[in-house]
């Protein structure tokens, strides 16, 4: 094997307990998918030979969503030290560099590791660090006269000479494997919490006569951590503001760039338009020349080429919106194709629905699509005119070019091109509310 061949050892055995939490901290969302699955992603950017993700004990979930990449269990939670130890097995015969990244610290970039593996060399070690606005709280590094680093001065044992050094320890190593496994096993626990800390490293590199070089990254966003909800959010708002920053450089136009949220896997099309306060959740596609207009929330959709969706519009899974589409204000689709040019325009809902080619389908129309057991199909024809409130009763089918007229209830299928009508005989009783109102009079005249 190449000197050069890669392997990453996340860390992500941390029960998260201030996240107040029943799931594993590395399991919390963000941008719409477990924030250790937004590291993984990064991490296969780098093509590494293995990728090994060091859990706790009982966290089936951690497990599935690191698939396909090893995971290996640390039973006994014993600090940072000892969950890299239990990835050694793992790591049995390869040859090659080391990464040790955080689990709970995922939006590290890709061009960040690449420099901290190229600042490592042929040198036995390389640390990340941090030039930090607010050092408060972490590790200082302490770096000699050449460059090289001296030191990990905890926040505890820091004087105030290392205090005013603001390049902070971010718990990212790059490793020579052929000394990773010696040194993990002189690590000691001599500290407050009894546990072994990877932070000892580089102080055993250097007693082994090597030198440990410092990468620098100046954006403490990407080497933030996560251990209360509060991190979270903050974690949130970094990631959101790199996503923008993606679909606007590729050609997407956002009206109100803060107000819009999308998911890791969102796909924009250039020549779209964003009105603010929309928000995409995960597994949409939108295509070139689609007007989202404000207030919508889509998830699990496709949208075509052309498309106005909203204001107050909500696409749920499954909803296909041909090309030249409309669908307004405070319409709902769940798991329905609409043709191309079809009009839903407002206050309508299509569930488990196809809807051809230049359909209306009026104000306050509905599909009742379920009959309390199951879901059942409504199939809508091209050129069908379906007026206001109108209720398709699945399973039915309304024809090509057929007119379901306003305030109907349609249970039987519509022959193309017909006229539907399903309302109740209207009655007429000439003078009732005039003496309706004369009675009610009479009443309260009489109580007082």
């Not at 396909?68 to 090659?96: I, M, N, Y």
């Not at 939006?107 to 990340?128: D, W």
């Not at 997407?252 to 896997?265: E, G, I, M, N």
């Not at 964003?274 to 995960?282: A, L, S, T």
Request: some cysteine.
């Amino acid at each position: 094997m190449s000197a050069q061949s890669l392997a990453v050892v996340i860390l992500a055995a941390g029960r998260g307990t201030r996240m107040k939490s029943a799931s594993p901290k590395v399991m919390h969302a963000l941008a719409g998918r477990p924030m250790i699955q937004t590291l993984i992603e990064t991490i296969e950017g780098l093509s590494p030979e293995k990728i090994i993700v060091v859990a706790g004990p009982d966290m089936p979930e951690l497990e599935k969503a690191a698939a396909p990449h090893s995971v290996v269990v640390q039973a006994q939670r014993d600090g940072t030290g000892g969950a890299v130890r239990c990835a050694l097995p793992a790591l049995k015969g390869f040859e090659g560099n080391v990464l040790i990244v955080l689990g709970d610290t995922p939006l590290v970039k890709k061009e960040t590791l690449r420099a901290l593996i190229k600042a490592k060399g042929s040198g036995a070690l390389s640390v990340l660090g941090c030039k930090m606005s607010d050092p408060a709280g972490y590790g200082r590094l302490k770096m000699a006269a050449d460059g090289s680093l001296e030191a990990i001065v905890e926040d505890r044992d820091a004087n105030l000479a290392d205090k005013a050094i603001d390049l902070v320890n971010t718990g990212v190593f790059c490793v020579d494997s052929a000394k990773l496994a010696g040194w993990l096993s002189k690590l000691d626990n001599k500290n407050a919490q009894g546990e072994y800390y990877i932070t000892q490293l580089p102080a055993l590199a250097v007693a082994d006569g090597g030198k440990v070089f410092i990468s620098t990254t100046k954006d403490e966003g990407e080497v933030r951590g996560c251990n209360t909800r509060g991190d979270l959010a903050l974690l949130e708002k970094t990631l959101q503001d790199r996503l923008r920053a993606k679909h606007m450089a590729a050609g997407v136009s956002l009206q109100d760039p803060q107000s819009v949220y999308f998911s890791c896997d969102t796909q924009v099309a250039s020549d779209v338009v964003i009105e603010p306060q929309v928000f995409f959740g995960p597994g949409v596609r939108v295509e070139a020349g689609a007007h989202i207009k404000a207030f919508s929330h889509i998830e699990g959709s496709a949208i075509g080429k052309n498309v106005s969706v909203g204001p107050f519009a909500r696409l749920r899974p499954g909803a296909e919106i041909g090309s030249g589409a409309r669908i307004g204000n405070f319409v709902e689709i769940k798991a329905s194709k609409i043709g191309k040019r079809s009009k839903i325009g407002h206050l309508a809902y299509v569930g488990d629905c196809e809807m051809g080619e230049d359909v209306n389908f009026s104000a306050g129309a509905i599909t009742v699509n379920y009959d309390g057991f199951q879901k059942h199909k409504t199939v809508i024809g091209k050129g069908v005119m379906v007026g206001s409130n109108v209720n398709l009763v699945a399973p039915v089918r309304i024809d090509n070019g057929a007119f379901v007229a306003a305030g109907s209830t349609i249970t039987e299928d519509v022959p193309a091109n017909a006229l539907s009508i399903a309302r109740d005989v209207a009655e007429i009783r000439k003078g009732w509310a005039a003496a309706y109102r004369k009675k009610k009079a009479a009443k309260k005249k009489a109580k007082k």
